[in-house]
């Protein structure tokens, strides 16, 4: 396959970016650093440093996927009282079911993570 000076521009300038970007760990950020979760049931927010997980997890541990689209939507929007399954049916409840039996798995692994209330839950806000 023949390229004129036009195409081995361009594909020495996605090599180039390829390699530059790799080099300088360029990546795309999608939400927010951190997050305070709060529901109307909770005594205390919790404190849900997103970036963290966002760097070591896939998006689609903690988010639904619809078809072959990832949803992000309020979470109480089906995780609600008109929910039929009583263990999720609450947007504390789903959070507490996801984030307790990670935090379990992953302590389990040799790694940290809060698995008592205060690790999620700071005292102070």
């Known amino acids: 396959m023949k390229f004129g000076w036009w195409g081995k521009t361009l594909i020495i300038g996605f090599v180039l970016l390829f390699i530059v970007g790799g080099a300088f760990g360029l990546e795309v950020r999608i939400g927010p650093a951190s997050i305070t979760l709060q529901t109307k ?3 205390k927010p919790a404190d849900f440093p997103h970036r963290k997980h966002q760097d070591a997890y896939c998006c689609t541990v903690c ?3 619809k078809g072959e689209i990832m949803v992000i939507d309020k979470c109480a929007s089906c ?3 008109d929910m039929g399954n009583a ?3 609450s947007f504390k409840k789903a959070a507490h079911k996801l984030c307790k039996d990670c935090h379990k798995r992953v302590n389990f692994e040799g790694k940290d993570a809060p698995t008592n209330c205060s690790g999620c ?3 102070k806000h």
Do not use: I, M, T
């Open 41 to 43: 049931e909770a005594r």
């Open 63 to 65: 988010h639904h996927v």
């Open 79 to 81: 995780h609600n009282s």
């Open 87 to 89: 263990g999720v049916n």
């Open 121 to 123: 839950h700071p005292r």
